[in-house]
T-cell receptor
Framework: AQSVTQPDIHITVSEGASLELRCNYS??????LFWYVQSPGQGLQLLLK??????LVQGIKGFEAEFKRSQSSFNLRKPSVHWSDAAEYFC???????????FGKGTRLHILP | GAVVSQHPSWVICKSGTSVKIECRSL??????MFWYRQFPKQSLMLMAT?????????EQGVEKDKFLINHASLTLSTLTVTSAHPEDSSFYIC????????????FGPGTRLTVL
């Protein structure tokens, strides 16, 4: 079955510290992978996506993610977080010829001053 | 580019009334639009997929007669919550897929529905 697992419901880091949000997927076909961010009461903003090619993907706001096929993972990283990064982060997976994308349950990021 | 709008951003209605939510792709043509529902502090649940000019495809467990979806043009899809009840209160988010693009969805800002 197709699924996306974000094992951490909440993560708290200090401002300026590095961040890694975990995402594992189960998908039969070659996956398209996405990370979205949602601020409270807002829609989703795409941070980055992986379709093919270089497995290290750069996104907006200083985020990057690495696709590791052998581990079925697509972890999101940022070297130094800012207070404005506090939000909900969703990992998602889809396929080239399938309309649907499947979302993980999300990880809420808290930033300590 | 790739902007999706929703209207209204929030709505309060009485139980038993119907509410229509619009989703528009502002700068691209969207043959496919998606409607999601999000409960507080939870992930997005896909309700239905709508394709321009054809009937929407509903996910299992979603009542077709309760949530009417119309995708009348390449830039507009509407979700009508009929005979709304308090349990329909939720955050509804639409997304649109660019006609010529990869399988990437662009999301609207969401509509907060509160049914009294």
């Amino acid at each position: 079955a197709q699924s996306v697992t974000q094992p951490d419901i909440h993560i708290t880091v200090s401002e300026g510290a590095s961040l890694e949000l975990r995402c594992n997927y189960s998908y039969g076909a070659t996956p398209y992978l996405f990370w979205y961010v949602q601020s409270p009461g807002q829609g989703l903003q795409l941070l980055l996506k992986y379709f093919s090619g270089d497995t290290l993907v750069q996104g907006i706001k200083g985020f990057e993610a690495e696709f590791k096929r052998s581990q079925s993972s697509f972890n999101l990283r940022k070297p130094s977080v800012h207070w404005s990064d506090a939000a909900e982060y969703f990992c998602a997976v889809g396929a080239r010829r399938d309309d649907k994308i499947i979302f993980g349950k999300g990880t809420r990021l808290h930033i300590l001053p | 580019g790739a902007v999706v709008s929703q209207h209204p951003s929030w709505v309060i209605c009485k139980s038993g009334t119907s509410v229509k939510i619009e989703c528009r792709s502002l700068d691209f043509q969207a043959t496919t639009m998606f409607w999601y529902r999000q409960f507080p502090k939870q992930s997005l649940m896909l309700m239905a997929t709508s394709n321009e000019g054809s009937k929407a495809t509903y996910e299992q467990g979603v009542e077709k007669d309760k949530f009417l979806i119309n995708h009348a043009s390449l830039t507009l899809s509407t979700l009508t919550v009929t005979s709304a009840h308090p349990e329909d209160s939720s955050f509804y988010i639409c997304s649109a897929r660019d006609r010529g693009g990869f399988n990437e969805q662009f999301f609207g800002p969401g509509t907060r529905l509160t049914v009294l």
